[in-house]
Every structure is written in structure tokens, then in C-alpha cells.
T-cell receptor, first 115, second 113 residues
């Protein structure tokens, strides 16, 4: 049972434009959400996170939005750069409910930024 | 560089064998996590240790075991290996075990022949 879903396997965006990556989840106990970027032959690299008490968190070109009622979060990258081309994973945990910090991952979205 | 070190990078072995994967967490991190990424699946949580003690278990097979040592490095032991165990095994670490980002190593690719 996939509790975190990324329904778009791939996304192509022109350099300089906005990239929007989406993620849906089913477990209402999730209270911490993260985005990771992954290049081939490397481990996932942490990008940005958000707690369920917030609806937005910003770090430079990256902004994560959380809509708890819709069980949806998104990652905005503005402006997109060719170096952003990678696979992006959404992840969530239910630490406040379970006491465990293990992450549930989506299946990833491959972002290609076209120069 | 995440600061998490995994060895070996690649491991090729045969069915029925036993292997040990090693992970050194980032300096100062007390919590270590193991994840498995199979070809047709996303990252799946296996087990978490915090300061030497098991904290959480995911869908880890009974043939698999792990431990975290006093110096905080961790080992994942896989025994009676089957073809389906071929996967990427990632280790991650975080400072504590509450809501903090986990930082991943580059993984160990295990191939069972």
C-alpha cells in the first residue's frame, strides 16, 4: 500500500521557468514532510522539509507547500536551472503518532530542465 | 557529500550466502536508518537504531538483522540470500530521532547471482 504517491513520473521545464512537483499522501498521521533530490549513482540529497503545523516553507529557490485538508504537498523551484535535472522524491513520517522517524517515500518524479 | 559513508559500494555474491553492509553516520548523528530500493519499488524502510538501541522496524525480513555499535556505526547483515534480495541498500542518519531530516549515503548495490 503506497501511502505517499507521486503520480507524475516525469516533468520537463524550460530553464528559468517554474518547476512544480506534486505529491499526495493517504495517512493522516503524517506530520513531517520532506523533499529529496537524487542523481544517478548517488544517495538521495535532502532539499527541504515542512512540519504539519506550517503550510509553507521556503529556502532559496525551493518552496514547499502543504495542504493538509487535501493531503497534498508540492515543491516549487524558481527559477529552474539545468543542474536541477534529477529525480525528486517526496517523503513523510508520522513521528508524533508513532514515535518513529522512519520515512515513507513516493516513487519519484524525474525533472528535466531544458536549457 | 552527505557525510554518511557506506561500504562496500558494490557487492556480488551467490544465493544462500551471507553479507554484511556497513554504515558510518555523519559526525554527531545518533540515529541510523536502513532502506532498501528494489528495481520496481521505491525506497522501503527496513530498520532504525538510535544511540545503539533499535527504535523502529519496517518490513525487514527475518533473514536480515542489524545493529549499531558504541561508536555509532551500523551494520546490516543479510543471510540466506535470495535472488530477490538484489537491490540498493541505503543508510541514512539524523542527529536525533525526532522530526529532523535524514541524510543518506550513496548506497551499497547488492547483486545476487
Amino acid at each position: 500500500d503506497q501511502q505517499v504517491k507521486q503520480n507524475s513520473p516525469s516533468l520537463s521545464v524550460q530553464e528559468g521557468r517554474i518547476s512544480i512537483l506534486n505529491c499526495d499522501y493517504t495517512n493522516s498521521m503524517f506530520d513531517y514532510f520532506l523533499w529529496y533530490k537524487k542523481y544517478p549513482a548517488e544517495g538521495p540529497t535532502f532539499l527541504i522539509s515542512i512540519s504539519s503545523i506550517k503550510d509553507k516553507n521556503e529556502d532559496g529557490r525551493f518552496t514547499v507547500f502543504l495542504n493538509k485538508s487535501a493531503k497534498h504537498l508540492s515543491l516549487h523551484i524558481v527559477p529552474s536551472q539545468p543542474g536541477d535535472s534529477a529525480v525528486y522524491f517526496c517523503a513523510a513520517s508520522a513521528q508524533g503518532q508513532t514515535g518513529a522517524n522512519n520515512l515513507f517515500f513516493g516513487t519519484g518524479t524525474r525533472l528535466t530542465v531544458i536549457p | 557529500d552527505s557525510g554518511v559513508t557506506q561500504t562496500p559500494k558494490h557487492l556480488i555474491t551467490a544465493t544462500g550466502q551471507r553479507v554484511t553492509l556497513r554504515c558510518s553516520p555523519r559526525s554527531g548523528d545518533l540515529s541510523v536508518y536502513w532502506y532498501q530500493q528494489s528495481l520496481d519499488q521505491g525506497l522501503q524502510f527496513l530498520i532504525q537504531y538510535y544511540n545503539g538501541e533499535e527504535r523502529a522496524k519496517g518490513n525487514i525480513l527475518e533473514r536480515f538483522s542489524a545493529q549499531q555499535f558504541p561508536d555509532l556505526h551500523s551494520e546490516l547483515n543479510l543471510s540466506s540470500l535470495e535472488l530477490g534480495d538484489s537491490a540498493l541498500y541505503f543508510c541514512a542518519s539524523s542527529v536525533r530521532d525526532n522530526n529532523q531530516p535524514q541524510h543518506f549515503g550513496d548506497g551499497t548495490r547488492l547483486s545476487i547471482l
